[in-house]
């Protein structure tokens, strides 16, 4: 009589969570994922210590789900474009490549907008932590290999409009 009492119950659970699963597996909705396009919100100089300076137009992330998100899900950026990250605070910084297909260089800048670090040449979609190993208010990205492009050193500055 006990097994009985309970046995219903469990084989009628069972029996929900077996169609409940079988619903799922048989449902044909594809879920597709928008492309992402670069919106230019302002522009970027950066200028050398030799005075030459390259401008970027830029895209700012500056609220929690811009700064999460960053340069996520984007299939390319055109090597005149970068991604800005403006911060409240001025601290150590890390940064990861989670969910970010294209390889980038990340440039490292304190709250004298000065560049103090750099992490040339991150991997596509590696999460592996990307430290600023100083303390920095603003993060760049740009493609990878742009730094030495462009002959970057720490020491040199940014300005940017927005």
């Not at 299939?75 to 989670?98: P, S, V």
């Not at 920095?136 to 940017?160: F, H, M, P, Q, R």
């Amino acid at each position: 009589m006990f097994l009985k009492r309970f046995s219903l119950p469990f084989i009628f659970t069972l029996s929900f969570f077996n169609f409940s699963i079988s619903a799922c597996k048989d449902d044909k909705n594809v879920v597709t994922q928008t492309e992402i396009t670069f919106k230019k919100e302002g522009e970027l100089k950066i200028t050398k210590t030799d005075s030459t300076a390259i401008t970027l137009d830029i895209e700012i992330a500056n609220t929690e789900f811009e700064t999460q998100t960053g340069l996520m899900y984007r299939d390319l950026m055109a090597k005149n474009q970068g991604m800005l990250f403006i911060f409240d605070d001025e601290t150590e910084r890390f940064f990861y490549m989670k969910n970010t297909k294209i390889p980038l260089d990340i440039i490292y800048i304190n709250a004298n907008k000065t560049i103090v670090s750099f992490q040339k040449n991150a991997k596509p979609m590696d999460e592996t932590s990307l430290p600023s190993n100083l303390p920095a208010k603003y993060v760049l990205e740009v493609n990878a290999g742009l730094v030495d492009t462009w002959g970057l050193a720490v020491g040199n500055t940014i300005s940017y409009t927005e």
